[in-house]
């Protein structure tokens, strides 16, 4: 797995949308991860503690995600409108705060005794709600304002030159990560798209996992709809063992 699709859709005068898709993915990651903190019951291990993994897991991808844009696109965007990414690099470093501030939470949590636990968890979910609230202006903001310069900045050529950058250095394993909330938070046709690119580029034995990953994320209407636009027989890969 080495290549996420354009984000621009073919044979559309629409200009490449660097951030939407991996927000969409972002978002969902950020309410599925609240709504397992909230769910969760304190005295039942496995569930706590699965809620809590689940946290983790959103708050590095938050953070990776983050780290990408203030590595990569706003280098870029400075160099030709100096200013513009100031606000929202103050924003990253507040994020950044909050989110080890979330992870202190969790480490303590799991170190209380068990008759904390309950009031501690609930704690902790609306602290991290706040945080994925405070997120997802940010994230508004982006796909708004911030967009905007970009297209006046930047050519669509060098827009996805920067998203081809940033997915080259995922490690695997966040890779796969994205790719799950990706295919949960995507239209069909968008991850009709993006196998088709992976098609191009990869060997059936490493495009069969990356496809039963997405499978695992679809439920069976979208899932056979998407098959119909791969000509894939719905039997055809197997989920993830
Ligand atoms: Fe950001």
């Given at each position: 797995?080495?290549?996420?699709?354009?984000?621009?859709?073919?044979?559309?005068?629409?200009?490449?949308?660097?951030?939407?898709?991996?927000?969409?993915?972002?978002?969902?990651?950020?309410?599925?991860?609240?709504?397992?903190?909230?769910?969760?019951?304190?005295?039942d291990?496995?569930?706590?503690?699965?809620?809590?993994?689940?946290?983790?897991?959103?708050?590095?991808?938050?953070?990776?995600?983050l780290?990408?844009?203030?590595?990569?696109?706003?280098?870029?965007?400075?160099?030709?409108?100096?200013?513009?990414?100031?606000?929202?690099?103050?924003?990253?470093?507040?994020?950044?705060?909050?989110?080890?501030?979330?992870?202190?939470?969790?480490?303590?949590?799991?170190?209380?005794?068990?008759?904390?636990?309950?009031?501690?968890?609930?704690?902790?979910?609306?602290?991290?709600?706040?945080?994925?609230?405070?997120?997802?202006?940010?994230?508004?903001?982006?796909?708004?304002?911030?967009?905007?310069?970009?297209?006046?900045a930047?050519?669509?050529?060098?827009?996805?030159?920067?998203?081809?950058?940033?997915?080259?250095?995922?490690?695997?394993?966040?890779?796969?990560?994205?790719?799950?909330?990706i295919?949960?938070?995507?239209?069909?046709?968008?991850?009709?798209?993006?196998?088709?690119?992976?098609?191009?580029?990869?060997?059936?034995?490493?495009?069969?996992?990356?496809?039963?990953?997405?499978?695992?994320?679809?439920?069976?209407?979208?899932?056979?709809?998407?098959?119909?636009?791969?000509?894939?027989?719905p039997?055809?890969?197997?989920?993830?063992?």
């Open positions: 797995m080495n290549s996420l699709p354009d984000s621009r859709p073919a044979a559309t005068p629409q200009r490449f949308d660097l951030y939407g898709p991996i927000h969409k993915a972002l978002r969902l990651a950020m309410n599925d991860a609240v709504r397992q903190l909230g769910r969760a019951d304190p005295e291990a496995g569930e706590l503690h699965a809620a809590l993994a689940q946290a983790e897991g959103l708050l590095a991808l938050a953070r990776s995600h780290e990408h844009e203030n590595r990569f696109v706003h280098p870029q965007l400075e160099a030709r409108v100096v200013g513009s990414c100031a606000a929202l690099g103050t924003e990253h470093a507040e994020h950044v705060e909050a989110i080890e501030a979330l992870h202190d939470q969790i480490d303590d949590l799991r170190a209380a005794p068990a008759a904390e636990r309950a009031q501690r968890m609930h704690l902790l979910y609306r602290r991290m709600a706040v945080f994925c609230a405070e997120s997802q202006l940010h994230m508004e903001r982006e796909e708004s304002e911030h967009t905007t310069a970009l297209w006046r930047c050519s669509d050529e060098e827009l996805l030159g920067l998203d081809r950058r940033i997915q080259a250095q995922l490690p695997p394993a966040e890779m796969q990560a994205w790719l799950r909330w295919a949960g938070s995507a239209p069909v046709p968008f991850l009709a798209a993006m196998l088709t690119d992976m098609r191009g580029a990869l060997p059936p034995q490493a495009l069969d996992p990356v496809i039963g990953l997405v499978r695992s994320e679809l439920d069976e209407r979208r899932w056979r709809r998407l098959c119909a636009r791969l000509c894939l027989a039997d055809a890969v197997a989920l993830p063992g």
